[in-house]
């Protein structure tokens, strides 16, 4: 389900890019574009969460501990079913610190 909801939200710079004639690397690096938007998207609302629950001071030390993990960054393009199953589990993280217990399990278990 997850690269279904991928290729729909790429498609249409795909399209754009196709019609430009472009080569197909460039459709992989829209692809890969996307997925680590979504990725970021799902930590950022955990981040945000995060700071509601317990304050700035481990927010900053959540965002530090983040950014130093360098394989995070490099992993959040990767089609991989681990990654695409990140962004689930980072809403469910974060809905379960908001108190919507329901909402975190609708998020790991809908799909």
Sequence with gaps: MGALIIS???SPVILAMNLLHLPKIYSLFAVRL???CIILLTLRFFRIQVRNKFGNQVEAFFVILTALQFH?????TRPLPNILALGLVNLAYG???KGRFYTALKCLTHY
Excluded: H, K, P, Q
Excluded at 72 to 76: D, P, V
């Design 95 to 97: 809905y379960s610190l």
């Design 34 to 36: 996307v997925l680590g």
């Design 72 to 76: 995070m960054l490099f992993y959040c």
């Design 8 to 10: 729909i939200l790429a």
